[in-house]
Nanobody, 123 residues
Framework: QVQLVESGGGLVQAGGSLRLSCAAS????????MGWFRQAPGKEREFVAA????????IYADSVKGRFTISRDNAKNTVYLDMNSLKPEDTAVYYC????????????????WGQGTQVTVSS
């Protein structure tokens, strides 16, 4: 059974930083591209960042480019999202997802999904 478990969310002031983690089990982790998505109250889920199975390709939404960094440790079956210069508009539930190919993740496609972790940025 595939499980994706996010952690690291919390409350932070604007301008601060957080690191989210997503621990995967039940799948050949390095064979899957991983992505981060977020959903704010009353809004649709949106793509944040994605990384290919071996970490050679990364893709970012324009809204987070230069502030967020996605990375992965295949030995630990974990993908990370380092978030810097956080803004109140970054407040959302953040989800990780696994998919066969990195190029489809920005379209919102995901084969497996985690339960999400809340990130709240105060002004």
């Amino acid at each position: 059974q595939v499980q994706l478990v996010e952690s690291g969310g919390g409350l932070v002031q604007a301008g601060g930083s957080l690191r989210l983690s997503c621990a995967a089990s039940g799948l050949a982790f390095s064979m899957y591209a991983m992505g981060w998505f977020r959903q704010a109250p009353g809004k649709e889920r949106e793509f944040v960042a994605a990384i290919s199975g071996l970490g050679r390709t990364t893709i970012y939404a324009d809204s987070v480019k230069g502030r967020f960094t996605i990375s992965r440790d295949n030995a630990k079956n974990t993908v990370y999202l380092d978030m810097n210069s956080l803004k109140p508009e970054d407040t959302a539930v953040y989800y990780c997802a696994a998919h066969d190919t990195v190029r489809q993740l920005p379209n919102g496609v995901g084969k497996y999904w985690g339960q999400g972790t809340q990130v709240t940025v105060s002004s």
